[in-house]
Nanobody
Framework: VQMVESGGGLVQPGGSLRLSCAGFGIIFSINNMGWFRQAPGKEREFVAAISWALGVTAYSDVVKDRFTIARNNAKTTLYLHMNSLKPEDTAVYYC??????????????WGQGTQVTVSS
């Protein structure tokens, strides 16, 4: 399984980005998918997740009301819409698939990550 994230980059504070994740199509019977992030010198943290069948979502408190997780109708691509970005959102963002438990993980499959930098 090789999931590939895209859409990261440099953005000014208050700006927006949309991350995408693809390549998970061969995973049989996905239950949940989501996004984690890791900032320099910090532990990896949960950002958002979505149940693949029903579309139920969960968010961390620090991104709730700013970020939106979604999937396309064909269920081949996962998105993370990020608005009102702050410097503290700077991190490597990872796409994850197939949790061993609930929406917040732990997750079995991880992408390689995409860098998001929020700076003026």
């Amino acid at each position: 399984v090789q999931m590939v994230e895209s859409g990261g980059g440099l953005v000014q504070p208050g700006g927006s980005l949309r991350l995408s994740c693809a390549g998970f199509g061969i995973i049989f019977s996905i239950n949940n998918m989501g996004w984690f992030r890791q900032a320099p010198g910090k532990e990896r943290e949960f950002v958002a997740a979505i149940s693949w069948a029903l579309g139920v979502t969960a968010y961390s408190d620090v991104v709730k009301d700013r970020f939106t997780i979604a999937r396309n109708n064909a269920k081949t691509t996962l998105y993370l819409h990020m608005n009102s970005l702050k410097p503290e959102d700077t991190a490597v963002y990872y796409c994850v698939a197939d949790s061993a438990s609930g929406l917040r993980g732990p997750y079995r499959y991880w992408g390689q990550g995409t860098q998001v930098t929020v700076s003026s």
